[in-house]
């Protein structure tokens, strides 16, 4: 299976993530919103966007584990953020750099998109990330 990812002349730059992904591949994987808690279910970094984005995406690549997949199969990234605000793209930000090489994410991201809601299911959730990968 490949996955090619690039952003064609003339899309909108400099973005930390590709506009386009092309993918060959039969067997579709989607990672079910991941959220920061640990394996007990227990809050992780509560109050604090930098580190939900990072256990949100350590949770994420272990779903995509479970299906023998990995970041480098990933074709699309969705993010849901409470209270969005631009000011908030630096801690968003240095949540996924701080997992990047740890968990092998593609730097630039996939294609994502990062959508502001106004609350998630609970109320200490900050930030929920979805993942769809193809494989052979």
Same mark, same amino acid.
């Given at each position: 299976? &490949? #996955?090619?990812?690039?952003?064609? %002349?003339g899309m909108m730059q400099p973005v930390p993530y590709? $506009? #386009?992904? #092309?993918?060959?591949g039969s067997r579709? #994987? $989607?990672v079910a919103g991941?959220?920061? %808690?640990?394996? @007990?279910g227990r809050p992780v970094a509560s &109050?604090?966007?930098r580190g939900q984005v990072a256990q949100a995406l350590r949770n994420t690549a272990r779903g995509l584990a479970g299906a023998g997949a990995s970041f480098s199969d990933v074709v699309r990234l969705t993010f849901y953020v409470t209270n969005? @605000?631009?000011e908030r793209i630096g801690d968003f930000m240095a949540g996924v750099d701080d997992v990047a090489g740890e968990l092998g994410l593609p730097q630039p991201l996939p294609p994502a998109s990062l959508i502001g809601v106004d609350y998630l299911f609970e109320p200490d959730v900050e930030v929920e990330v979805e993942a769809t990968a193809i494989l052979d």
């Open positions: 299976m &490949g #996955v090619q990812l690039f952003s064609p %002349r590709h $506009h #386009v992904a #092309v993918a060959s579709h #994987v $989607h991941q959220i920061s %808690r640990d394996e @007990a &109050g604090d966007l969005w @605000a631009p």
